[in-house]
């Protein structure tokens, strides 16, 4: 995606029941007061199980839902325990996240991932597309071949990429409480938007304390919140202070 807007994207992983969504009119009601809500874009990308009493709960409300995966085969068929993006976007889902390195690990390749893009941008869901590299990579310091990498083979033969978002996620931050240091992040992230003209979003291990120094970085177009986007109290924080 192109457009000018500061996105921050909630990624719940495998966490949330129905109760979870109890606390939701809370960061509608903080995203209703605040200042600079025509500027930003608010995702939540729950569990499948949540994303239609979600969109429910959020039929009057600016944030938007997306999926954290979805199937390639853009048709119904015989793929026990999957779900395509025809059937996320029948209960609700604008967005979906592909190619985290949680299903990178298990499995997932650059093709596979390619194909999911192509499926998801065909049936008219948006791609927030991650990239980033382990630890072992960055210590090797080919971070850049890695990502060039990702980027080349997972967005192969897409010709419209409009509707794609990029999220820089180090595989060694997510979870982990670290970050990488201001001045590299900023030349990576410039890396990625040079290579492909789209918005870039920062993830892993973002929190209301680590904030303002992710902030500063003043290339970057978003977040994408793992943990702390569970709890509505750091995730309106993490907004509020990207902002003073
Ligand atoms: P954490 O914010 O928990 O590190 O997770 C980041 C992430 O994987 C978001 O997709």
Redesign the pocket.
């Known amino acids: 995606m192109t457009n000018k807007y500061m996105y921050f994207i909630a ?1 719940w992983k495998m966490f949330g029941g129905l109760n979870s969504l109890n606390s939701l009119h809370k960061v509608d009601r903080f995203l209703k007061n605040f200042k600079k809500n025509k500027s930003i874009k608010l995702i939540f990308c729950p569990p499948s199980t949540l994303i239609r009493p979600m969109s429910k709960k959020l039929i009057n409300s600016r944030i938007e839902v997306g999926s954290q995966n979805c199937h390639e085969n853009e048709d119904y068929g015989a793929f026990t325990g999957f779900v395509n993006s025809k059937m996320l976007k029948d209960v609700g889902a604008k967005y979906v ?1 592909l190619g ?1 390195s ?1 299903n990178r690990k298990c499995g997932e390749t650059n093709k596979l991932i390619n194909l999911k893009v192509k499926s998801a941008l065909k049936t008219g869901l948006k791609v927030i597309f ?1 990239i980033g590299e382990t630890l072992k990579e960055k210590k090797r310091k080919i971070t850049n071949q890695i990502l060039s990498k990702q980027i080349k083979f997972g967005l192969q033969k897409i010709n419209k990429k409009k509707n794609i978002l990029i ?1 820089y ?1 180090p595989v060694w ?3 982990t409480g670290l970050i990488p240091k201001s001045k590299e992040l900023f030349t990576t992230i410039n890396f990625i938007k040079k290579k492909t003209k789209l918005n870039v979003i920062y ?4 929190n209301p304390k680590n904030i303002h120094e992710l902030k500063s970085i003043n290339n970057i177009d978003g977040f ?5 986007s569970q709890d509505p109290k750091k995730f309106i924080d993490i907004i509020k202070k990207t902002y003073n």
């Open positions: 990624n996240i985290h949680e991650c999220a996620e931050s997510i979870g993830g892993g291990s973002v994408l919140i793992g943990g702390a």
